[in-house]
C-alpha cells in the first residue's frame, strides 16, 4: 500500500503549525502525522557484544555480520537482502536490471525518497557512494567498473570494464559489501567520514536520535520513509554478560536479547510470553592443516572419513543449542549462491576404528592440539571427548579471540604437527567467497594450510568463466570435490538463538526475524510492539 | 590535723584479670593513705610496684583487664569507687586533674595548645567566646608561658618537651582542681627543666592550694618537693612518713635499700644495690613480699605478711624489724 | 588497648563475652581453624588423584548434563555434587581445582612477595634515585591493567596456569614494594643498623643479616593476605576469559565458566567453587590475622 | 611549598613516561590489529591498506615519538574502532565511571570506617567479631559473584531495581555495592587497627583524664588522627575503583571507562587502549596530589615540614 505523498509547501507548514498549537491547546490529541498508522512505542533491543561507531557508516562495511544492523535501520541500499530475497529485494530501486552480457547493470530510483535531513536521493548520491566506497570488497568494484553514468534524474546505470558476473550478490548483500547503502554526498562531505560515523544521516527507516558510543544506539522513526515504519523508538543497548541480558528479559527491560548462551535456552524458552528465535547461523566444520604432508595422518582419506564417523553432530547439536542447531552436509551454508545441498554425515564409532586400522592406527593416535574458534571451547572439548572414543587423543588449545585470526592468517608454520582446527564462520552472499577466504591456497584464512591444487584450478576457472551455467557446474563439481574427500569435516550449523519479549507482536518467531541470509532482526520497520 | 583531709584512701585493692580469669594480678593490695589541702604526697617505688594502678584507680580509669576488687577512695565526701562512670567523668579534669609522664605525647598532634588547654574550662565551667580565651590566656600565664595570645594559636609539635608539659600543667589547672596527680611529670625532661617544673609546681601549689600526689622512682625529687612519702613495694604500702623522719631514719629495709642505693654529692662509699629482681605481681612470695631480697630477713618474714607498725614518729611501717623494737623498747 | 573505666567494686569476672568470644578467643590463640581448613585443601590437592572419583576433564560415562546434587531430585549419588555444562563430576573437578587454586594462590603470592620485597628493600634501604625509579614504576604500574599483561603472555607464550602465576605476581609485586619500603626506612634509622654499617659491614651484608630478617615477617603476614587477594583476581581473570585455560579444572574458572546458570536456577554450579574459594580466602585470612598478633604487635596496622 | 610541587611535578613526568612506555610496549606485543580489522575475505593488499591508513607500518619507536609528541598537546589518537579521538571517548565515559567510583568509595567510607571504629571500641566483643566476619566475608567473594546474585535477587525476583544500565541513582545502587563491598572489608580493617593504635596513644589517655564525654574522645580527638591512613587507602581504592571497575561494568553493562578499556585490549585498539591508561595514570597523580593537600590540611605536622 504506497502512502499518500505529503507535498509540504512553505505556505501550507504555516497552516499546519497553527492547527497543531490550537489541537494541542484543546485536547492535546497526539498529532497524527500525515502517513496511515503513525508509528508509536518503544522498542529495546539488548545486543551481546559492544558497537563500534564505524558500523553506522556504509562506506567502510568492514565486511562482517553485525553492521548490517545499523544499515537496515539508518541506511537503505539500492537493492538488499531481505526476507527470502537473498539479494534482490528492492528498495531505493524500484527496479533494476543486468545487461545479458553481465557487463551493466541500470537501477531506476524510487520516486520522492528522501534522506532524514530531508534532502531528496539523488543518482549523483547513488554516484559518489559508489566511487566514495572503501570498505570490504571495494578492491573489486574498483578493478572491474569502467564508470558509473547518471541516464537521468532517475536512472544510474554502472558499466563494467569486463562481465561481472558477482555484482548483483556482492551489490545487494548488506553483511558482505556497502557500495550499493547510498549515503548524502553534501552531507557527508561536509562532516567527514568521522563525523558521520557519530551522527550519520541516511534514507533508511529510523534515524539517529542519541548515540553514546559502544554503550547505546537510540533511534527514532523516520516518517518520510517510503514504507510503514511501526515502532516509534528503536533503542540498542550493548549488554555483553548474557546472564543481563537474561534478567533484563525477564524483568521486561528488553523486547529482543541477542544471543542467549545454551545453558539459559531451555529455561528462557519457559519464560512467560517469551518466544525464541533460533535462528541458523555460523558453520563450524574441521580442518586439518597440513595435512598433504604425507607424515600427516590425516593425509590418509580414510582417516579424514574416520574423523567425521567418529563426531557425533546430533549430541554437539543437542548440548550446544539445545538441539535447535542442524547437523550439516555442506560446509557452505545453503542461504548462499551455488551452494549444494548434501546429505547430514552418519556416525558410526565401529566403521571409524575399522577404517583406523586399516590406515595403520589400531589403537590410534595422539593430536598435538585441537584449537577451537575462541570462546567456543566447550565444543572443542566435546569433539575431543568424541574422537577419544575411536582413540584420536588430542588436548585441547585455548588462544584469545585476536591471537587465534592472527594465527590463522600465519598459515601452516603457526599449526606445526598434528592439529586439528574447529573453526566456524558466516559468510553471505556466493559461495565462492566462502573457497576462496578458507579453502583456496593463499585465502585469508586458509593461507597455505589446506592448497588442493585440482579444486584451485577449477576455482580460478570458475572465476574467469562469464557463463553462469558453466559457473554453476564448477561450483558444484569442487564442493562435491572437498565433501567427497573430507578436506574438510563439516560438524553443524549452530543456532543464534534469540529471545522475543512478551511486548512484541508475532504468530511465529519468523515474524522478527525473516531475513535468513542473517541472524538479526530486520527489517526493523516491521516489528511492532503491543502498546 | 588542722587543715582537713582532701583523699582518704583506706585499703585499697584494684586487680588484672588476664586470660580469661586464669591468672590475676594484684597489682594494688590493700593500700591506705590520706591527703589534706595543700600538701604533696610522694609515691615511691620501682616499676611495677603499683604507684600508677594506685593513681588510676583514684580517677576510675583502669585498662581494660583492672577491676578495683576492694577499698575505698574518699574524695569530698564521697566514695569514688561507688560512682558510675558519668559521675566519675564530671569529677575528673574538674576536681582532680593527671599529669602524665611523657610530654611529647600527651598532646593530640592535630590540634592547637587553645583547643586542648579550653577543653576543660569548656566542658565543665561552660566558658565561651571572650572569657574562654581570657581564661586560657591566665593559665599559659600561670604556667609561665611567654606571650601567650600567640602560643596558644600554634601546635605542640612547635614546642619543647619543657614548654609542652607546661601545657599539660595548665590543662590539669584548667578545671580548677582540688587534687592534681603527677605521675611522674619529670623523668622526660633533661634536668634544667625539671628543676624549673617542680619550682612550677610548688607555686601554683601554693597559690591554689591544690592536694598534690607526686608519682615518682627518683628520691631526690621527693626530698625537694614533698611533705609526705609513700613507699610502695609489690602492690603493697610497706613505709609512710614525713619527708624529713623517711630521710633521716627509714623504717623499713626498702626504704633503707632505696636510700642506699641513691648517689650522695662527694661520698666515696660504693653504691648499695638491692640483689634479686621485682617479685611476680601473679605469685607473690609467701609472708613479706620482700623476703627473698631483704637483708635483714627473719623466719617470721617469711610465712606471716607484717602488719603496720606505728612507731610514732608519725610514720608507718610494715615490717616484723618494728615488732621486735617496739617489744624492746 | 582502649581503656574501659573500671566500675565499683566487683568480684574477679570473665572478661571475654558468650561463646562468640571464647570461639574468637581459640581461633585467636592458635589459628585452629585456619590450619584445618589449609591442612585439608593442601591434603586434598595432594591426594587429588586419589580421591578424586572421576577424570576431571572428561565427561562421566553415562552422566547426563546439568545433574543436581545427590540430596536434590534427579541428582545421583555416582555424581554426588552433580555435573557441569559438559556432564563432569563437579566433586572431582573441586578436588582437582583445589590443586590449581592452591598452586596459583601460593606461587603468585611468592612471586609478587619476592620481587616486591626485593624491590622494597632495595629502594627503601638503598634509597636515592634507585628508590625514586622503583617508586615511579609502582606508581605508573598501579594504573596498568591486569588483563593487558595476561594478553600480553598468552599471546607470546600462549595461555598457561604459569602465565597467570606470573601476571598476578607482576601485578600485585607493587603494593608489596611499598610497604616493604616503608618498613625498611624505619629499620634503617634504628640503631642497631647504624651500628653494623658503622662496623663496615657491607651493604649487601647489612641487608642480609639485619634488614631481611626484620623484615621477614611483615613479609609473611602479606603474604598470608595476598594469597586471598591472587585467588580471587585468578577469578577475575578466568572472567574476562584470560585466566588459567580450560579444560584444567581451577574454581575461578568453574565459577565464571557457569555464572549464566545462576540464572537458570541451578545454583549449585556456582555455590561449590564459589564456596571453595570463600574458604580458602578465609583461612588464609584467619591466618594472616593470627600470624600478624603472634609476629608482632608492630604490623598490627597492615 | 613550593619546592614541594616542582618535586611532585618531575615524580608525575617520570610516572608518565614509565606508564606510557610500558603500555605502548605491552599492548604492541599483544598482536596485531589489522587481522581483527580486516574482513573475513579480505586480501594482502588489504591488510597493508589498513596498517598504512593507521600508520602502524612505520617503525616503533617512530610511533611510540609521535604519540608522545600528540599526548603532550592533549591528543591522544584516534580510536581504530570509534574513529572519534580517545579524549572525547574518554571524556564521555569518565562521568559514568567517577559516578560509580565515587558511590563506591562511598559504600566502602560508610561501611568501614564506622564499622571499624565500633569494633575498635568495642575490641573483642561481639560486635568486633561480627565486624571482623563481614571483613573477612567482603575479601573472599568475586565481585562478579555477587554482582550477579545481587541482579537475580533485587531485579529479578524483588524487582526492586533496574537489572542494568544507566540512568538515575537506582542504576547505580546494585553496581556500587558489588564494587564497594570488597573495599568496604579492606577499609574496615584498616580503620580498625589504626583506630586501636589511637585509643592506646598517650594523648587519647589526657584526653580521657580530662572528663571528656567519649563521644568527644573517640569522634574528635581519635578519630582524627586515625583517619590519615584510612585516606591514603582509600585515595589508592579510588583509582582502581575508577578505572579497574571492568568486570562489574561487564555484569550490569555500566558505560564505564573499564569496559572501553577491555573492548579496547580485545580488539587491539592501540590509540584507546594508550589513551586511556595514560589518563589512568594522571587521574593517580592527581588523587595522589589531592591526597597529600589533604595531609596537609589535617596534620599540621606536614603543612610547616614540606
Known amino acids: 500500500m504506497k502512502r499518500p505523498r505529503f507535498e509540504a509547501s512553505g505556505l501550507f507548514t504555516l497552516l499546519a503549525a497553527a492547527l497543531i498549537l490550537g489541537a494541542v491547546a484543546s485536547a492535546a490529541i497526539p498529532f497524527a502525522s500525515p502517513a496511515g498508522a503513525a508509528a508509536k512505542g518503544k522498542l529495546v533491543l539488548a545486543w551481546h557484544a559492544g558497537f563500534a561507531s564505524r558500523w553506522l557508516d556504509p562506506q567502510e562495511h568492514d565486511g562482517t555480520a553485525t553492521p548490517d544492523n545499523f544499515f537496515t535501520a539508518i541506511h537503505d541500499a539500492l537493492i538488499k537482502n531481505q526476507g527470502t530475497a537473498l539479494y534482490d529485494y528492492p528498495a531505493l530501486a524500484e527496479h533494476f536490471s543486468v545487461a545479458a552480457d553481465a557487463k551493466s547493470a541500470t537501477f531506476t530510483l524510487r520516486k520522492g525518497v528522501k534522506f532524514h535531513n530531508g534532502d531528496p536521493v539523488t543518482p549523483q548520491d547513488v554516484k559518489f557512494s559508489y566511487e566514495n566506497y572503501r570498505g570490504a570488497k571495494a578492491d573489486v568494484f574498483k578493478k572491474k567498473t569502467e564508470r558509473v553514468e547518471i541516464v537521468d534524474d532517475r536512472t544510474i546505470r554502472f558499466v563494467f570494464k569486463e562481465p561481472f558476473l558477482d555484482f548483483a550478490i556482492l551489490f545487494g548483500t548488506a553483511n558482505v559489501a556497502g557500495p550499493g547503502w547510498v549515503v548524502p554526498e553534501k552531507y557527508y562531505k561536509q562532516v567527514g567520514a568521522d563525523g558521520f560515523k557519530q551522527k550519520p544521516i541516511g534514507a533508511g527507516p529510523y534515524k539517529l536520535a542519541r548515540h553514546e558510543p559502544g554503550v547505546r544506539v537510540e533511534m527514532e522513526a523516520f ?18 554478560e548474557a546472564a543481563t541480558r537474561v534478567a533484563m528479559l525477564e524483568r521486561g527491560e528488553a523486547d529482543i536479547v541477542y544471543n542467549v548462551p545454551g545453558e539459559l535456552i531451555t529455561k528462557v524458552g519457559k519464560l512467560p510470553g517469551v518466544t525464541l528465535a533460533p535462528v541458523l547461523s555460523g558453520s563450524f566444520f574441521i580442518e586439518f592443516p597440513g595435512f598433504q604432508d604425507p607424515k600427516n595422518p590425516f593425509h590418509d582419506k580414510r582417516v579424514r572419513e574416520a574423523v567425521s564417523l567418529a563426531v557425533d553432530r546430533r549430541a554437539m547439536n543437542q548440548a550446544e543449542t ?15 549462491q551455488y551452494a549444494i545441498e548434501w546429505p547430514e554425515y552418519p556416525r558410526n564409532v565401529e566403521k571409524a576404528k575399522q577404517l583406523l586400522r586399516e590406515a595403520g592406527y589400531p589403537n590410534g593416535f595422539d593430536v598435538d592440539w585441537v584449537t577451537p574458534l575462541p570462546t567456543f571451547y566447550s565444543r572443542g572439548e566435546r569433539l575431543i571427548a568424541q574422537l577419544r572414543e575411536v582413540g584420536i587423543r588430542g588436548r585441547l588449545q585455548t588462544m584469545e579471540r585476536g591471537i587465534y585470526f592472527q594465527r590463522l592468517q600465519g598459515g601452516l608454520k603457526e599449526f606445526p604437527g598434528t592439529q586439528i582446527i574447529l573453526h566456524g564462520v558466516r559468510i553471505a552472499g556466493s559461495w565462492s567467497f566462502w573457497y576462496e577466504g578458507h579453502f583456496k591456497c593463499g585465502g585469508f584464512n586458509s593461507r597455505d594450510r589446506i592448497c588442493v591444487k585440482d579444486l584451485d584450478g577449477k576455482f580460478d576457472q570458475y572465476e574467469r568463466s562469464i557463463n553462469p551455467a558453466e559457473r554453476k557446474k564448477l561450483a558444484e563439481e569442487i564442493q562435491r570435490g572437498i565433501l567427497d574427500n573430507y578436506y574438510l569435516v563439516p560438524v553443524f550449523r549452530h543456532a543464534f538463538v534469540n529471545a522475543i519479549g512478551p511486548r512484541v507482536v508475532l504468530q511465529k518467531w519468523q515474524d522478527v526475524f525473516p531475513t535468513i541470509t542473517t541472524g538479526y532482526a530486520y527489517p526493523w520497520e516491521d516489528i511492532k510492539v503491543k502498546d | 590535723m588542722a587543715r582537713d583531709a582532701v583523699l582518704r584512701v583506706a585499703d585499697l585493692q584494684t586487680h588484672f584479670f588476664t586470660f580469661g580469669g586464669a591468672r590475676v594480678v594484684r597489682a594494688v593490695d590493700g593500700v591506705s593513705f590520706t591527703l589534706h589541702a595543700g600538701e604533696t604526697l610522694g609515691l615511691v617505688g620501682e616499676s611495677g610496684s603499683g604507684k600508677t594502678t594506685t593513681c588510676l584507680s583514684i580517677v576510675g580509669l583502669l585498662p581494660r583487664a583492672g577491676r578495683i576488687v576492694g577499698g575505698s577512695v574518699l574524695f569530698e565526701g564521697a566514695d569514688l569507687t561507688r560512682k558510675s562512670q558519668r559521675e566519675l567523668r564530671r569529677i575528673r579534669g574538674r576536681r582532680i586533674a593527671v599529669i602524665l609522664q611523657d610530654p611529647m605525647a600527651s598532646l593530640n598532634p592535630l590540634f592547637t595548645i587553645f583547643r586542648q588547654v579550653a577543653e576543660p574550662a569548656f566542658f565543665h565551667q561552660h566558658l565561651r567566646g571572650r572569657s574562654l580565651r581570657e581564661r586560657v590566656q591566665s593559665l599559659l600565664r600561670a604556667v609561665r608561658i611567654p606571650s601567650p595570645e600567640w602560643r596558644m594559636r600554634e601546635y605542640p609539635h612547635q614546642m619543647s618537651g619543657g614548654m609542652r608539659q607546661r601545657i599539660v600543667g595548665a590543662i590539669a589547672l584548667a578545671g580548677g582542681p582540688r587534687l592534681v596527680i603527677a605521675d ?6 633533661d634536668v634544667t627543666i625539671q628543676a624549673q617544673y617542680l619550682d612550677l609546681l610548688k607555686d601554683i601549689q601554693r597559690e591554689t592550694g591544690v592536694a598534690l600526689i607526686f ?7 621527693v626530698a625537694k618537693m614533698c611533705d609526705r612519702v609513700a613507699v610502695m613495694y609489690a602492690g603493697k604500702l610497706v613505709e609512710q612518713a614525713p619527708v624529713r623522719e623517711l630521710f633521716d631514719a627509714p623504717k623499713h629495709p626498702y626504704t633503707r635499700a632505696l636510700l642506699g642505693s641513691m648517689p650522695k654529692l662527694g661520698s666515696k662509699e ?7 629482681h621485682p617479685p611476680n605481681l601473679a605469685s607473690l612470695p609467701s609472708g613479706c613480699s620482700f623476703h627473698p631480697r631483704c637483708p635483714d630477713v627473719m623466719p617470721r618474714c617469711m610465712t606471716e605478711e607484717p602488719r603496720d607498725f606505728r612507731p610514732g614518729d608519725g610514720s608507718v611501717a610494715r615490717c616484723w624489724l618494728l615488732d621486735d623494737v617496739l617489744t624492746r623498747s | 588497648m582502649a581503656t574501659i573505666p573500671a566500675n565499683t567494686r566487683l568480684a574477679a569476672r570473665r572478661t571475654a563475652s558468650g561463646w562468640l568470644g571464647a570461639l574468637v578467643k581459640a581461633a585467636r590463640e592458635a589459628p585452629l581453624m585456619a590450619v584445618i581448613i589449609l591442612g585439608g585443601l593442601v591434603l586434598v590437592a595432594l591426594l587429588a588423584d586419589l580421591i578424586a572419583p572421576y577424570d576431571p576433564t572428561l565427561p562421566v560415562k553415562g552422566a547426563e548434563m546439568f545433574v543436581p546434587p545427590f540430596w536434590m531430585e534427579g541428582g545421583s549419588v555416582a555424581t554426588p555434587l552433580g555435573t557441569d555444562f559438559q556432564g563432569r563430576d563437579i566433586l572431582s573437578r573441586l578436588i582437582y581445582g583445589a590443586r590449581v587454586s592452591l598452586v596459583v594462590g601460593l606461587m603468585g603470592t611468592l612471586v609478587a612477595g619476592g620481587i616486591g620485597t626485593a624491590m622494597g628493600i632495595l629502594s627503601g634501604y638503598v634509597g636515592g634515585w634507585v628508590d625514586q625509579i622503583i617508586m615511579r614504576v609502582t606508581d605508573a604500574w598501579l594504573a596498568l591493567p591486569a588483563i593487558v599483561f595476561a594478553i600480553f603472555l598468552a599471546a607470546m607464550v600462549g595461555p598457561s596456569m604459569w602465565n597467570i602465576i606470573v601476571i598476578l605476581g607482576a601485578v600485585y609485586w607493587t603494593r608489596y614494594a611499598r610497604v616493604i619500603r616503608g618498613e625498611v626506612l624505619t629499620l634503617r634509622e634504628r640503631d642497631f643498623v647504624k651500628l653494623a654499617e658503622i662496623a663496615g659491614a657491607s651493604k649487601l651484608r647489612v641487608i642480609k643479616k639485619h634488614i631481611l630478617p626484620n623484615v621477614m615477617n611483615t613479609a609473611t603476614v602479606l603474604a598470608s593476605l595476598t594469597v586471598g587477594v591472587v585467588i580471587i583476581a585468578e577469578a577475575s581473570l578466568s572472567f574476562l576469559g584470560v585466566g588459567v585455560p580450560p579444560p584444567q579444572p581451577a574454581w575461578g574458572l568453574m565459577l565464571s565458566e557457569a555464572r549464566p546458570t545462576l540464572m537458570a536456577g541451578q545454583w549449585w554450579l556456582t555455590v561449590f567453587p564459589g564456596a571453595c574459594i570463600l574458604l580458602i580466602v578465609l583461612a588464609t585470612q584467619l591466618f594472616g590475622d593470627w600470624l600478624r598478633v603472634r609476629l608482632d604487635p608492630q604490623t598490627r596496622n597492615l | 611549598m613550593s619546592q614541594f610541587i616542582i618535586r ?24 596485531d590489529p589489522v587481522a581483527l580489522m580486516a574482513e573475513a575475505s579480505a586480501r594482502p593488499e588489504d591488510l597493508e591498506r589498513i596498517r598504512h591508513q593507521w600508520g602502524l607500518d612505520r617503525s616503533w619507536p617512530v610511533q611510540y615519538a609521535t604519540f608522545m609528541q600528540n599526548a603532550l598537546t592533549g591528543e591522544l589518537g584516534k580510536s581504530f574502532n570509534y574513529r572519534l579521538p580517545v579524549s572525547e571517548l574518554y571524556f564521555q565515559r569518565l562521568p559514568n565511571s567517577l559516578t560509580l567510583g565515587l558511590a563506591a568509595t562511598l559504600i566502602s567510607l560508610l561501611i568501614g570506617i564506622p564499622a571499624g571504629i565500633i569494633s575498635a571500641v568495642k575490641v573483642n566483643t561481639a560486635w568486633d567479631n561480627v565486624a571482623k566476619g563481614v571483613a573477612l566475608l567482603g575479601l573472599s567473594i568475586p565481585g562478579f559473584w555477587l554482582g550477579l546474585v545481587l541482579i537475580l535477587v533485587f531485579s529479578v525476583w524483588l524487582r526492586w531495581l533496574p537489572t542494568s544500565g544507566s540512568g538515575d541513582w537506582r542504576h547505580v545502587v546494585m553496581p556500587a555495592l558489588a564494587l564497594g563491598w570488597y573495599f568496604a572489608a579492606s577499609m574496615l580493617r584498616l580503620t580498625r587497627s589504626s583506630m586501636l593504635e589511637v585509643l592506646g596513644s598517650e594523648y587519647i589517655k589526657l584526653a580521657r583524664l580530662k572528663g571528656l564525654p567519649d563521644f568527644v574522645v573517640i569522634a574528635m580527638h581519635a578519630f582524627k588522627n586515625a583517619l590519615i591512613p584510612v585516606f591514603t587507602l582509600a585515595g589508592v581504592n579510588m583509582v582502581v575503583m575508577v578505572n579497574a571497575a571492568v568486570i562489574i561494568e561487564v555484569i550490569f553493562a555500566w558505560p564505564g571507562i573499564g569496559r572501553l578499556l577491555y573492548e579496547g585490549i580485545f580488539q587491539r585498539d592501540f590509540p584507546l587502549v594508550q589513551g586511556v591508561v595514560i589518563m589512568a595514570g594522571f587521574m593517580i597523580i592527581g588523587i595522589n596530589l589531592f591526597v597529600d593537600v589533604l595531609y596537609a590540611f589535617i596534620d599540621p605536622r606536614i603543612r610547616l615540614s614540606r
Do not use: C
Open chain 2, 270 to 276: 660504693p653504691l648499695y644495690s638491692i640483689r634479686g
Open chain 2, 215 to 221: 608519682v615518682t622512682h627518683n628520691l631526690g625529687i
Open chain 1, 223 to 240: 516518517d518520510g520513509y517510503y514504507r510503514p515504519v511501526n515502532v516509534k523508538q528503536l533503542v540498542m543497548i550493548s549488554v555483553p
Open chain 2, 184 to 189: 611522674e611529670p619529670t623523668t622526660n625532661l
Open chain 4, 8 to 31: 611532585r611535578i618531575l615524580y608525575s613526568v617520570v610516572t608518565l613516561f614509565i606508564l606510557s612506555a610500558t603500555i605502548f610496549l605491552i599492548v604492541r606485543l599483544t598482536g
Open chain 1, 322 to 336: 539445545a538441539g535447535m542447531g542442524k547437523p550439516t552436509g555442506n560446509w557452505i551454508n545453503n542461504d548462499v
